[in-house]
């Protein structure tokens, strides 16, 4: 869990960096996007990885869950007393996160790959079929990525404590670079679908 869901943090924050061109201009995304398209092979290897490492914490975590509620004789009492809210929601929240993924897929990356109908990247994802222009996609977007942040904020701590650095020297500094991964990189993906869904339709 730990492992695959740091990997999955780091993809996020390279995914970030790529979205961010929308910003710069239309020729500076479709650029980006371009040149990842011409890696051919590696980004298909890369892509299997990425579902082997989504596809591995999300088996994880619905074992842990079943091996927590068939260990606690009265969850409620226990997850209450016992574990912060972004804990006892954990399952709901990657369950949700699953969904967008797989939404995700079939919708962006799929246009990508096989059905531009000769537009461009940067209409695809501002577009509205399945891009910020449907406000259905773009609320979907946003509820989606915010609980991802929720959910990553459980899953550092944890991490921190599988990994074995809380209470160590090294806390401190672990807990100030994940609030990076949980706040400050999904609010850079969120900024996306409210700048260009709503705020730049209303200036």
């Known amino acids: 869990m730990a ?3 740091l990997l999955l943090s780091f993809f ?9 061109f929308l910003f710069v201009s239309e020729a500076a995304f ?3 996007v371009e040149k990842l398209h011409k890696l ?12 082997a490492f989504v596809l591995s914490h999300a088996y994880s975590g619905i074992l842990l869950w079943w091996k927590n509620r068939k260990a606690k004789k009265n969850i409620d009492s226990y997850s209450k007393e016992n574990t912060s809210s972004s804990a006892r929601y954990a399952a ?5 996160i699953f969904i967008f993924l ?8 799929y246009k990508f790959n096989f ?12 577009g509205n079929e399945v891009g910020f222009a449907n406000p259905f996609f773009s609320v979907f977007y946003i509820v989606a990525i915010a609980l991802l942040g929720y ?20 806390e401190k500094l672990y807990n100030n670079v994940s609030i990076i991964f949980w706040f400050w990189i999904p609010l850079g993906f969120i900024s996306i679908p409210l700048w260009f869904g709503f705020i730049i339709r209303l200036i």
């Not at 709901?92 to 949700?96: C, M």
């Not at 059905?115 to 501002?126: K, N, P, T």
């Not at 550092?156 to 020297?169: D, K, M």
């Open 3 to 5: 492992i695959t869901g």
């Open 12 to 20: 996020m924050a390279f995914h970030l960096f790529g979205n961010l």
């Open 30 to 32: 479709n650029g980006y």
């Open 40 to 51: 051919g092979f590696l980004i298909r290897i890369a892509e299997f990885f990425l579902l």
């Open 92 to 96: 709901f929240t990657g369950s949700f």
């Open 102 to 109: 797989v939404t995700h897929w079939a919708t962006f990356w």
């Open 115 to 126: 059905d531009m109908q000769g537009m461009s990247y940067y209409e695809v994802v501002l």
């Open 151 to 170: 959910h990553l904020k459980h899953g550092f701590s944890s991490a921190g404590q599988t990994l074995g650095i809380v209470g160590t020297e090294y």
